[in-house]
C-alpha cells in the first residue's frame, strides 16, 4: 500500500467499511480513495481485487458511497430513506455481474471483472444491512466530528464509536483525566 495516503479503516461490514473510506465527515474529512488506484487498493484488501480502475469508476464507488451513508445514517435515526441515495444503491447493485464462489476450504469468494462488479458487491452488502437481514443494527458514530454510520454487532447493541481504537478510547482518557483532575 501506499505510505503517502491514510490508512484504510476495515472493519467486519463490508458496506460501512466502504463508507468509511472518507472519515471525520463533521471535522476535517479525510478522504482514504482520492485517486483511482487508491480505490483499487481499498477492493483488494475488502476481497474484490480489479485488475484497474478508471475515474468515471471512482467517481460511481464515491457517489454509491455516499448513497450508502445517507442511507445508512437514516435508518440509523429512523428517519425516511433518502429516495435518490436508495436509487443510486439499487441502481449499483443490480449493474454489477460478480459471482460468488466456494472454494475447496469453504470460504465464500468474489469473481469480478471489473469495478462495477465490485460496487455491485457493496451495494448489495448495504442492502441487506438496511433491510435488517443481518444480526445487528445500524448506528452511528458518537464523536460530533466523526458520526460515521457502523454497524453493531455487539451483544448489547450499545456500542458507542465506530472504531474503539480512536473515539472510544480518546472519550474514555478525557472521562479518566476529567475525574482525576
Known amino acids: 500500500m501506499r505510505a503517502e495516503f491514510p490508512e484504510f479503516r476495515l472493519g467486519s461490514v463490508l458496506a460501512t467499511s466502504f463508507t468509511a473510506t472518507l472519515t471525520e465527515r463533521q471535522g476535517e474529512a479525510v478522504e482514504r480513495v482520492p485517486t483511482p488506484r487508491r480505490l483499487a487498493d ?10 484497474s480502475c478508471t475515474t468515471a469508476q471512482h467517481d460511481l464507488a464515491r457517489e454509491l458511497r ?17 429516495a435518490d441515495a436508495v436509487r443510486i ?14 472454494t475447496a476450504e469453504g470460504k465464500r469468494l468474489w469473481r469480478i ?15 441487506g444491512i438496511v433491510a435488517g437481514e443481518r444480526d445487528g443494527r445500524l ?7 466523526c ?4 454497524f453493531d454487532t455487539s ?3 450499545t456500542r458507542r464509536w465506530c472504531d474503539m481504537n480512536s473515539w472510544g478510547n480518546r472519550h474514555m482518557m478525557a472521562l479518566f483525566n476529567a475525574k482525576k483532575a
Open 66 to 82: 455516499e448513497a450508502i451513508h445517507a442511507t445508512a445514517t437514516a435508518a440509523a435515526l429512523g428517519d425516511p430513506l433518502p
Open 89 to 102: 444503491i439499487n441502481d449499483r447493485s443490480g449493474q454489477g455481474r460478480a459471482a460468488a464462489v466456494l
Open 147 to 150: 458520526r460515521a454510520a457502523f
Open 139 to 145: 448506528a452511528l458514530c458518537a464523536s460530533p466530528t
Open 113 to 127: 471483472g471489473c469495478v462495477e462488479d465490485a460496487l455491485g458487491v457493496i451495494a448489495a452488502d448495504a442492502i
Open 155 to 157: 451483544q448489547s447493541r
Open 42 to 51: 481499498w477492493l483488494a484488501v475488502s476481497g474484490l481485487a480489479v485488475d
